[in-house]
């Protein structure tokens, strides 16, 4: 992976979502950040009046608070981490996956994939992590 703060946040933020898909077979996108100290938060986003929100708004929540944050100065690092469905490398059919979105200050971002199925026992199996490039959204730009 690229920085090791980006290694960090990963690592925080995959524990919390194999550890929500354990209790409760799912989980709502959610995020971590880290301080320019390296202290990490935990983030959940909730839209008021919705208990059942699609994952696309908690997303952009998410995506707008942590830009405000980079932009302030206040963290250097941030990962959101949602469920997704893609098709690993190698692979030929679609398959769920943890995806984590992590950028950096200094200018590293990346997807991650963690591809995942449900046993006829109800644990869960992980395969492979894989990662993509991304272009960073967090840290660089005009707030919109």
């Known amino acids: 992976m690229a920085h090791a703060d980006l290694n960090t946040l990963f ?9 929500f898909l354990s209790e409760h077979g799912e989980f709502y996108p959610f995020g971590a ?5 390296g202290e990490i938060t935990n983030i959940g986003a909730a ?3 919705d208990d059942h929100p699609p994952s696309h708004t908690l997303i952009e929540l998410m995506t707008k608070h942590f830009r405000q ?10 990962a959101i981490c949602y469920k997704g469905r893609t098709i690993p490398p190698g692979q030929t059919r679609k398959t769920d996956v943890i995806c984590c979105g992590l950028e ?3 200018g590293d971002s990346i997807d991650v994939f963690v ?5 006829a026992s ?12 991304r272009i960073g959204i967090l840290f660089s730009g005009p707030l919109v």
């Open 122 to 133: 109800g644990d869960f199996q992980y395969g492979e992590i894989f990662a993509l490039e």
């Open 33 to 37: 950040t880290m301080s320019p100290s």
């Open 11 to 19: 690592d925080t933020v995959v524990s919390c979502a194999k550890l």
């Open 104 to 106: 950096h200050r200094s």
């Open 115 to 119: 591809p995942y199925t449900r046993t």
């Open 47 to 49: 839209v008021e009046g």
């Open 69 to 78: 944050q980079a932009t302030g100065g206040q963290i250097r690092a941030a």
